[in-house]
């Protein structure tokens, strides 16, 4: 009962940071491009962070805090191809690029997971597995917060239309338990594959 509350109370408090970061984007108090930019490199790093407790079971232990923290940077460090693409620290440059920046790609999430699946099979790293979930977490949010404004970015194929607010929202939440329940399979075969190596050594 206490996990299920747990989900209901951190999906409360995911829809509250966008609802929050979104209009605080629009408030006539954030007008400098620097604080819009850290509003919202904020709010993507926080709704990672939160996803990642939502699909931990976060308890606070330590291991589960970290794997947040890491999920909230991986968030945030999407927009750092702004200033990559510009070559510069400029936040003016950063923000009038002519196009949009490769991390902001969705078929990049899907490339780079495809690889750390195949690498994690080879060499039968759990710890890769783990790392994939925590990134793609992290940036699907990043993407789909985005996405609200600009849409899907499925490079070379093309972009979707901006994605309406109540489907954006919803996929936000949705997103979380989706990864949860690969979390508890993986979860799972990681408890067996531990029972297997135990039963092995007894064996010995
Ligand atoms: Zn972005």
Request: proline share 4%.
């Given at each position: 009962?206490?996990?299920?509350?747990n989900?209901v109370?951190l999906?409360?408090l995911?829809?509250?940071?966008?609802?929050l970061g979104?209009?605080?984007l629009?408030?006539?108090?954030?007008?400098?491009?620097?604080v819009?930019?850290?509003?919202?490199?904020?709010?993507h790093g926080?709704?990672?962070?939160?996803?990642w407790?939502?699909?931990c079971?976060?308890?606070?232990?330590?291991q589960?805090?970290l794997e947040?923290?890491?999920c909230l940077?991986?968030?945030?460090l999407?927009?750092?191809d702004?200033?990559?693409?510009?070559?510069s620290?400029?936040?003016k440059?950063a923000l009038?690029?002519p196009a949009?920046?490769?991390f902001?790609a969705?078929?990049l999430?899907?490339?780079v997971?495809i690889?750390?699946v195949?690498v994690a099979?080879?060499?039968?790293?759990q710890?890769?597995?783990l790392?994939?979930m925590?990134?793609?977490?992290?940036?699907?949010?990043?993407h789909v917060?985005?996405?609200?404004?600009?849409?899907?970015w499925?490079?070379p194929?093309g972009?979707t239309?901006?994605?309406?607010?109540p489907?954006y929202?919803?996929?936000i939440?949705?997103?979380p338990l989706?990864m949860k329940?690969?979390?508890?399979f993986?979860d799972?075969q990681?408890?067996?594959d531990k029972?297997?190596?135990?039963?092995g050594a007894?064996l010995v």
């Amino acid at each position: 009962m206490i996990p299920f509350i747990n989900t209901v109370f951190l999906e409360i408090l995911l829809l509250i940071v966008c609802y929050l970061g979104d209009t605080l984007l629009q408030h006539p108090v954030v007008k400098q491009q620097f604080v819009v930019a850290l509003t919202d490199s904020l709010t993507h790093g926080i709704v990672g962070g939160i996803s990642w407790a939502i699909v931990c079971d976060l308890k606070f232990k330590k291991q589960e805090c970290l794997e947040c923290i890491l999920c909230l940077v991986l968030a945030m460090l999407v927009d750092t191809d702004h200033f990559l693409s510009a070559r510069s620290f400029s936040l003016k440059a950063a923000l009038s690029l002519p196009a949009r920046p490769p991390f902001h790609a969705t078929t990049l999430v899907i490339l780079v997971d495809i690889t750390l699946v195949i690498v994690a099979a080879i060499l039968k790293s759990q710890n890769l597995i783990l790392g994939a979930m925590i990134f793609t977490t992290a940036w699907v949010s990043h993407h789909v917060r985005d996405g609200h404004r600009r849409g899907l970015w499925f490079y070379p194929f093309g972009e979707t239309a901006a994605i309406p607010k109540p489907l954006y929202l919803g996929i936000i939440l949705a997103f979380p338990l989706l990864m949860k329940i690969l979390h508890l399979f993986f979860d799972k075969q990681r408890l067996k594959d531990k029972t297997i190596i135990l039963s092995g050594a007894q064996l010995v």
